[in-house]
């Protein structure tokens, strides 16, 4: 397994708004640039999505991926790990949320990416790093309009 990438970030939200958007992966393509498409193919019993197809396109990661969500320890941490893909052999992530305690919610970010292709780990890492980073700014600006 590789190195994860994490950053994280304090968005003036309470932590179930910020939750409200993560859970809602079928508008993720109206504020997240990287998504391009999402269509969920299967829902919990709460209507959260547990598998979704989801076209990504973050710069030098382009891929068509099908990932399981895992909400258990939502709203807390909401996990995804790769079903199936094109190109990655290896997709895991969470958000794991964190409630301040006066309105705001620190939400921090995870990623692992594997390519079926050789690329060097500084490159990967660089990518996740940047894929993570845009993902926060945006989820922000989404909250915070």
Known sequence: MSDISKNSTVIEAPISEVAEVLTDLASYPSWSSAIKSVEVQSKDESGRATKAKISIDAGVMKDRVTLDYDWSKSPNEITFSLDDADL??????????????????????????????????????????????????????KLEG
């Open 88 to 141: 990655l052999t290896e997709m895991s992530g969470a958000y794991k949320l964190s409630d301040n305690g006066d309105d705001t919610t620190t939400v921090s970010y995870e990623l692992t990416v594997a390519l079926s292709m050789p690329v060097p780990a500084m490159m990967r890492q660089k990518a996740e790093r940047s894929t993570i980073d845009l993902a926060l700014s945006q989820l922000k600006a």
